[in-house]
């Protein structure tokens, strides 16, 4: 997740653009599931070539549907604070 999250940003500053993870955009969430796929698959010991292959499917999958139906994640409040 650090690495997709990490590239992603250093391509956006490259570009001088504001980074994707900053917006309303399903960006991390991907592969933070395929890194707990991969997880749990290697605890459940699960066919070894094949788990990260089925994770990389999970994040691909997840990303280019949310990107197709303008999924997002709901935005962050704070409360304001006391006074």
Known sequence: ????VGGGVVR???LNRVPIILHKEIYALPALLAA???VM??????WVTLTP???ASVCLAVRLLALRYSW???????KAPLQ
């Open 1 to 4: 997740m650090v690495t997709a």
């Open 12 to 14: 956006d500053v490259l």
């Open 36 to 38: 707990a796929i991969q």
């Open 41 to 46: 698959g290697q605890r459940m010991e699960w």
């Open 53 to 55: 292959w089925f994770a």
């Open 72 to 78: 997002s994640l709901p935005p962050v409040w704070r």
